[in-house]
C-alpha cells in the first residue's frame, strides 16, 4: 500500500471511530474542564466535533480557539469511562495531536525549551535532584517572603526527606541468604522467583523520594525482594504532553533497562519476553503509560496495588501473614491518639488517580488494600473519580484551568470533613496538597501501609 493510501486508510480508521459517538452528553458531567468552564467547547463532545473538521480536513487548522480546547484537555481518560458507545477519544486526540495539529506548547522557542527538557532533563537523576533543590530554595524564599506570587503550586510545601536509592541493587526482605554467585552479581540466585524489578522514574524519585522506600518496605513486607533497575523516565509524561517521538525512545530506553535487569537477574540471555518476574509501578501515569506502549506483551507489568491485591492475593507470603503485621497507623499520624480496641478510627479520603482509575481500571484495588489497615475508614466524598488537574506538566503550563479545578477537588474533599488524603501520583499529590492548604496531610497508600508495620515486624 502506498504512503498515501495508507494515511487515507487511517483517516477513515479515525473517522469511524468518532462515528461511535451519539452525542448523548453523558461524558459531559465527567470531564473536568467542561465541570469547571461550562463551555461545550471544552467538552469530550466538543472536542470530537473539532477533531472530526480537522481529519475530515474542512478546517486546514484549527483557529486559536479550537486549539484553546485541544490544548485545555488533561487526557483522564475521564469520559471514556463513562461513555456507553466506547467512543476511543484519548486515541482520537493523540492522532489529532500527532498527525493534523500539535499542541501550540510544542511550537516556537518555548517549544523547543519544552522538547529538551522531555528529551534530557528527565533522564538525568542528578539534573532532577538539582531542581528538587532549587524547589527547596524556592520554598524557603517564600516562606521568608509570602506576599509573593507563586511561580508554580507543584513542589510539595512539606519537608520531604530524601535519601537516595541505589540502582542496580538488590533490596532483599529480611533474613534472605544471598548465595555466593548471587552475592557477586548483586542478586541473589536462589531468590530469583520472588524478585520483582522497581524503577525509581524521574518525578516521584525526585518530589517524594520517601514513598519509594516505603514502597520497597511493602513489597519486601510481602515476601518479596526488590531490584532496582538502571532505568530512566519510563517516557509517560513527555508522551502525555503530546512529545510522542521523545516518549516513545525513552519508553524504548526503559524497557531495554527491564530486560537487562531480568537478563542479569538469571545470568542468561533469554529471549525478550521469557520472564515472568513483574515489573511493578507506584506511580498511576507510569504504570498506565508502559502497559499500553509496551511492545512486549508477556512481560508482567503491575501496579503495585494489583501484585499485593487482597482479593487477587500474588505475593509469596499469606495474606494472613501480611495482614498480621499491620497496626493502626493512628499513632503515626497523631502521637497523641489513644487507640482503644479501635474505637478510634482514622478518617480518609482516597482519591483515585486517573491513570489508575480510567486508564488502568484499577477501580477497587487500593480500596481493598486500605480495607486491611487497622482502624482506617474511607470516606466517599463528590466527584471522587474526577481529575484533579494535575495531569503531568499541565498544572505548569495551563494554571488558568489546572488552579479552578485543583480548588474544586479541594472544596470536595473539605466538605467530607477529613484531614487526611490517600492518592497515589505524584502529581495529584503535590496537586492536592496544594489547594487543600495547611490542616491536611496527602499521602502515598504505601506510606500509610508502611508506617502500620509493627517495630516487631521482621522487615
Ligand atoms: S458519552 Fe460518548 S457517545 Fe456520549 S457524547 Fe460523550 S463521547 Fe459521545
Ligand atoms: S480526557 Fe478528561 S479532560 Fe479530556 S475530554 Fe475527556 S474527560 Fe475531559
Known amino acids: 500500500m502506498s504512503k498515501k493510501n495508507a494515511e487515507i486508510a487511517m483517516r477513515d480508521e479515525e473517522l469511524d471511530k468518532i462515528k461511535a459517538c451519539i452525542h448523548c452528553g453523558i461524558c459531559l458531567s465527567a470531564c473536568p474542564t467542561y465541570l469547571t468552564t461550562g463551555n461545550e467547547g471544552n467538552s469530550p463532545r466538543g472536542r470530537l466535533y473539532l477533531i472530526k473538521d480537522l481529519i475530515q480536513g474542512e478546517v486546514p487548522e484549527l483557529d486559536i480557539a479550537g486549539q484553546e480546547y485541544l490544548d485545555n484537555c488533561l487526557s483522564c481518560m475521564a469520559c471514556e469511562t463513562v461513555c456507553p458507545s466506547g467512543v476511543e477519544y484519548i486515541q482520537l486526540l493523540d492522532y489529532a495531536r500527532h498527525e493534523k495539529q500539535e499542541s501550540s506548547y510544542s511550537k516556537g522557542f518555548w517549544g523547543l525549551v519544552r522538547k529538551f527538557s522531555f528529551a534530557f532533563l528527565l533522564d538525568q537523576r542528578y539534573l532532577l535532584n538539582l531542581g528538587r533543590i532549587g524547589l527547596k530554595v524556592l520554598n524557603i524564599f517564600y516562606k521568608l517572603f509570602p506576599f509573593l506570587p507563586k511561580l508554580s503550586k507543584m513542589q510539595p510545601s512539606r519537608e520531604i526527606s530524601y535519601t537516595k536509592l541505589e540502582v542496580n541493587k538488590l533490596y532483599p526482605s529480611a533474613g534472605t541468604i544471598l548465595d555466593v554467585a548471587g552475592e557477586n552479581a548483586g542478586i541473589g540466585v536462589c531468590e530469583q522467583s520472588r524478585t520483582v524489578l522497581f524503577n525509581l522514574g524521574c518525578v516521584m524519585d525526585t518530589l517524594y523520594n520517601s514513598v519509594h522506600h516505603d514502597t520497597i518496605k511493602v513489597l519486601n513486607a510481602a515476601g518479596y525482594h526488590v531490584y532496582v533497575p538502571a532505568s530512566g523516565c519510563c517516557g509517560a509524561l513527555a508522551s502525555h504532553s503530546g512529545e510522542f517521538e521523545i516518549g516513545e525512545k525513552q519508553t524504548e530506553k526503559f524497557i531495554q533497562a527491564q530486560c537487562d535487569a531480568l537478563n542479569k537477574l538469571y545470568e542468561t540471555e533469554q529471549a525478550l519476553g521469557d520472564f515472568s518476574n513483574p515489573i511493578v509501578f507506584n506511580s498511576a501515569g507510569c504504570g498506565a503509560h508502559v502497559k499500553d506502549k509496551v511492545y512486549l506483551e508477556s512481560l508482567v507489568l503491575k501496579d503495585i496495588a ?143 501501609l508502611a508506617q502500620c508495620f509493627s517495630e516487631k515486624s521482621n522487615i
Open 306 to 448: 494489583e501484585l499485593i491485591d487482597p482479593d487477587n492475593w500474588l505475593a509469596p507470603i499469606s495474606l494472613e501473614d501480611f495482614k498480621a503485621k499491620l497496626i493502626s497507623p493512628v499513632k503515626g499520624i497523631d502521637e497523641n491518639a489513644e487507640i482503644e480496641d479501635g474505637k478510634q478510627s482514622l478518617k480518609a479520603v482516597y482519591h483515585p488517580a486517573c491513570h489508575l482509575y480510567h486508564a488502568q481500571g484499577l477501580t477497587t484495588q487500593y480500596q481493598n488494600l486500605l480495607a486491611l489497615i487497622p482502624n482506617l475508614e474511607l470516606i466517599p466524598f463528590l466527584e471522587a473519580e474526577v481529575c484533579c488537574g494535575s495531569a503531568g506538566f499541565y498544572n505548569l503550563i495551563k494554571p488558568q484551568l489546572a488552579e479552578p479545578i485543583g480548588e474544586r477537588k479541594a472544596a470536595n474533599i473539605k466538605k467530607a470533613g477529613v484531614d487526611l488524603v490517600i492518592t497515589a501520583n505524584p502529581g495529584c499529590m503535590s496537586q492536592i496538597e496544594a489547594h487543600l492548604g495547611g490542616g491536611y496531610r496527602v499521602v502515598h497508600p504505601m506510606s500509610l
